[in-house]
T-cell receptor, first 110, second 114 residues
């Protein structure tokens, strides 16, 4: 099976930087996703990492270390609209179906 | 470009009843996956349809069944509803079984079982 851990909740200030960590234990790793989900809405794709390193996309960056089973999502210049749940999901080569963590609820305050 | 659509948006059912949820994939996509998301949890994979066949299945009982039509749309059926089936049901579409790295999710159907 797979075990994915993320903090349950984080708070940050508008304009600041926040890092959301995700650790996983799995076999046959074949990619890690980050999704954003606003309350009552569908998850939206943010990033996909399959190789070690940092992927930058605007204000959001995602990092992966396969040897450590570790990823983080970095959000810069936080805006109020970034208040949402951030889901880490890991895919294994056998099934291509991502397994989701429980999500990290990020609250951005003024 | 139409995204993933789901119907209905909300549904209230009684224990023991049966329910059917519907999903139309994003234009150009041929694979549909269904997820159950309980409050405060991440989505849990139910099953995936491709070429009108169930290709993979998560850890859900046989009460959960599905179908995919020739136009790639899909239905999720749940029989003998339990209170614990109350959740947001998400449909996600992708191209091909591997789906590359992007699955597009629909807005979901909120099912409440009383």
């Amino acid at each position: 099976g797979q075990n994915i851990d993320q903090p349950t909740e984080m708070t940050a200030t508008e304009g600041a930087i926040v890092q959301i960590n995700c650790t996983y234990q799995t076999s046959g790793f074949n990619g890690l996703f980050w999704y954003q989900q606003h309350a009552g809405e569908a998850p939206t794709f943010l990033s996909y990492n399959v190789l070690d390193g940092l992927e930058e996309k605007g204000r959001f960056s995602s990092f992966l270390s396969r040897s450590k089973g570790y990823s983080y999502l970095l959000l810069k210049e936080l805006q109020m609209k970034d208040s949402a749940s951030y889901l880490c999901a890991v895919r294994t080569g056998g099934s291509y179906i991502p397994t989701f963590g429980r999500g990290t609820s990020l609250i951005v305050h003024p | 470009d139409a995204g993933v659509t789901q119907s209905p948006t909300h549904l209230i059912k009684t224990r023991g009843q049966q329910v059917t949820l519907r999903c139309s994939p994003k234009s150009g996509h041929d694979t549909v996956s269904w997820y159950q998301q309980a409050l405060g949890q991440g989505p849990q994979f139910i099953f995936q349809y491709y070429e009108e066949e169930e290709r993979q299945r998560g850890n859900f009982p046989d009460r959960f069944s599905g179908h995919q039509f020739p136009n790639y749309s899909s239905e999720l059926n749940v029989n003998a509803l339990l209170l614990g089936d109350s959740a947001l049901y998400l449909c996600a579409s992708s191209l091909g079984l591997a789906g590359y790295y992007e699955q597009y999710f629909g807005p979901g159907t909120r099912l409440t079982v009383t």
